[in-house]
């Protein structure tokens, strides 16, 4: 398929605001590729190269693509005025480009407007291939040549193409679907209906990458309509590519969570950072032995140096492990709270870091060892292959726990772990497979009131849907409240409070830096906002906020029919995607 017809199909989706219509237009789409095309093209439309857990940069700035598309020559420059392009380095074109972008605040629609109605004839794959050679550019002297090859590829293509090609480099493509939308799309593709999605989400939660499981779903149609379970069968757990984490429901107390799922296994609940570990002893593509992704699927292997030490920590061939990351004092080998382990974070001093705060994988789980898929067998099974897996070291820890039907016992256990300085206890049914996401009660956390009555028991994650320019005394800020909503069962996004208070100065301007980097003009398609509620600056749905608040009420104004009393903010939730905030169906369990 040609990039433009490509690009023109994504431009519709992105003027669909409901979720049928662009599963129906997603379909079209997909049915119309070749597939060879199907991978690369289900990764450009999540805005990426690859699949995201792989995560291919361009490191490129805005700057530097104002730069690009000002160098672009004039004769493929709508209306250019020679006058623009009169001197060599082309600066009055940059700034006649920054102006406009200025105006616009989106370099897609610059480009687009910028660029002369030309017919490339580059296809998906082609322009695939020129992206990821100019992502891999590395070294001296690789931004000057990354802006030549940029210039390049501008220059042979037509407006609408330019678009999606700026927006994919500076990672903005937001079309407004998410990778559920993209698994009833296939299925549509297919049946014609959204009834294969289970299937194929269970498939994506066992190996999340897209791009493969269209290939393999959509490779032969009439099998897959036909017997669509056997099509899938060998699309399973692979060593190297993430599995959808496993999260936990929320219980009040331990009677009723032994009356929901009988005999438990109960395990400390480390506050650190969830890390999947995948091991591959005869190496990856690249020779290294370890990945290891984070609750979102992101790639942190290179925060964890120590990461190296499992080949000789344990006899195994190839393993995935489910654990949560935590560092300790190497003298008192006490655990540290989550912002020390945290410190590693930060790309450029992470062998100081883990001299400083060495880091212990507390591994509660294992879903892949050499051939064999665990995922479907129960925890129990898993928990005494686990038993064996390591040899005696510092770094790879099996998580301890208990096994009980005993509500007292339960609750013990769980007071004993908050008096340690832990969370508390997640408690995991004995005889369950390992389920991807929040479905089925598998997992569940006891959360602790916050002592006070009248207040929820748990904080909520919010999408962060715009904010309201500051009156008063924070008009200097540009920024006084903020709009946030919750989830609803189709990924629409309602709105449950405004938060204005307990907002520092600090905090305000970290939040409009923040949500200025996701501003767009319009209402992002999947907000369902109350016209009075309207905010100033919309925000696309990426950024995630944990709030506390005293109570939730019935609200004729908030979309999601509820609003929160004396919302307040209580972190911003880096780790997650707005896909993972609190959805309305769990409200019930806060209250
Ligand atoms: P929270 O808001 O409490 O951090 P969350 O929304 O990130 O939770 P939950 O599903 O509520 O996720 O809790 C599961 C998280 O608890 C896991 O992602 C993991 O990071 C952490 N955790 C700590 N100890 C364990 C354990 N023993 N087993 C599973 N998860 C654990």
Redesign the pocket.
Known sequence: MLFSTFSTALEELEQLSSRLDMTERLAQLFVQLDSSELAPASYLMQGSLVPPYLSLEFQLSTKMLLRAIARVPSDFVVGSSLSLFGDEDGSSAEIEVNKRYKKVGDLGQVVAEWMQVTNSGLTILEVHAALEKIARFSGTGSQDTKLSAVVALLSSVDGVSAKFIVRIILGKVRLGFSAMTMLDALSWAVVGDKSHHKLLEDAYQKRADIGVLAETYLADIVASKTDPVAVLAAYSVKVGIPVV?A??H?LNSSQEIIDKMGEVIA????????VQIHFKRSGFQDGTTVRAYT?NLDDVTHMFPELSELKNSTDEEALIL?S?AIGYNPETNELLPFQETMTRKRKHDIGAASEKVPIKF?V?DVLFRVNIGLIDKKLRERKDVLKGLFKNNRTFEL?SYIITSDPVLLREYHEDQLSKGL?GA?I?KVDSDYQSG?KGWK?V?I?EEEGTSGKLKD?L?VVVMGYYAGRGKRSQFGIGALLVGVLDETESVKTIAKIGTGLSEKRLVDLKQRCDSFAVEKMPSQYVVDGSLAPDVWVHPSLVI?IAADEITRSPNHTAGVALRFPRLMSIRE??NWT?ATSIAELDSLQ
Request: a neutral charge; aromatic letters at 12%; proline letters at 6%.
């Open positions: 984490p999260l936990c929320r395990e400390p609940k480390y506050d650190g950072l969830r609750r489910d949560e507390f509660f998580a969370e997640v995991k929040r997992w956390k959360k904080t994650d944990e780790d997650k993972d």
